[in-house]
């Protein structure tokens, strides 16, 4: 094999230093990542006491969110439900008169079978106050 002309040389620095650059990002990335709290800001040990597999919080025992009372914010600690659903749960109660059954649940717009089944075990429907 020859000798390199100074653009063919240069061309093969450059992407040999890209080449670097893109596996260092990746290594770095990585290692952050794992350093990185994605956990709830506030969804404290007061109302969540005790591990859930479904959950990435914990929950006292006994501490099921009434979705006949909750506000929007205790709405949205539940595993799929966001602000616009808990929007909605809260809207369609309003125009309802609650929930009779937990399951009545599944008549909001939005939330599926799946949503369901993830905060069934999570949920209540006591009369409200």
């Known amino acids: 094999m020859g000798k390199l002309k100074k653009t063919e040389a240069a061309w093969l620095a450059a992407a040999?230093?890209?080449?670097?650059?893109?596996?260092?990002?990746?290594?770095?990335?990585?290692?952050?990542a794992a350093q990185i709290d994605f956990s709830p800001a506030d969804r404290?040990?007061?109302?969540?006491?005790?591990?859930?597999?479904?959950?990435?919080?914990?929950?006292?025992?006994?501490?099921?969110?009434?979705?006949?009372?909750?506000?929007?914010?205790?709405?949205?600690?539940?595993?799929?439900?966001?602000?616009?659903?808990?929007?909605?749960i809260i809207r369609y109660?309003?125009?309802?008169?609650?929930?009779?059954?937990?399951?009545?649940i599944l008549s909001v717009n939005g939330i599926g079978q799946a949503t369901f089944d993830k905060i069934k075990d999570y949920i209540t429907a006591e009369d409200m106050p």
């Open 16 to 32: 040999a230093a890209a080449l670097a650059l893109a596996v260092a990002v990746r290594l770095f990335s990585a290692a952050s």
């Open 44 to 88: 404290s040990a007061s109302v969540w006491a005790e591990a859930s597999p479904e959950l990435p919080y914990e929950r006292a025992a006994g501490q099921d969110i009434n979705i006949n009372s909750a506000d929007a914010e205790a709405l949205t600690l539940l595993p799929g439900i966001g602000e616009a659903l808990a929007g909605r």
């Open 93 to 104: 109660r309003e125009e309802n008169g609650g929930f009779s059954d937990i399951s009545e």
